[in-house]
């Protein structure tokens, strides 16, 4: 199952992460997955961040920070994967 945490808001390639602004809850150590227009990217959330100060989790309507693996782009849509 799939539940959406919203878009891709920005890219920052200099640090590899993106901001969105959550529309669920989301933790470090969950799974997220970035639906691009060339492949999914699965990975699980190692870093995430809020006004660059690293927190452990963060709830709906927080514009978030999180470490991705490769390079995306805004309006990518995100996912947290749940089994």
């Known amino acids: 199952m799939e539940i959406k945490l919203g878009e891709v808001e920005d890219y920052f ?3 590899g992460a993106i901001s969105v602004t959550l529309e669920s809850p989301l933790a470090v150590g969950d799974t997220i997955k970035i639906h691009k227009h060339d492949g999914d990217i699965i ?3 190692e870093s995430l961040q809020i006004e660059h100060v ?3 989790s963060a709830k709906e309507g927080a514009r978030v920070g999180i ?3 490769e390079k995306v782009h805004a309006g990518n849509k995100i996912f947290k994967v749940v089994e």
Do not use: G, I, R
Request: charged share 25%; no cysteine.
């Open 54 to 56: 690293a927190v452990t």
């Open 43 to 45: 990975q699980k959330v």
């Open 67 to 69: 470490k991705v693996k």
């Open 13 to 15: 390639a200099h640090v």
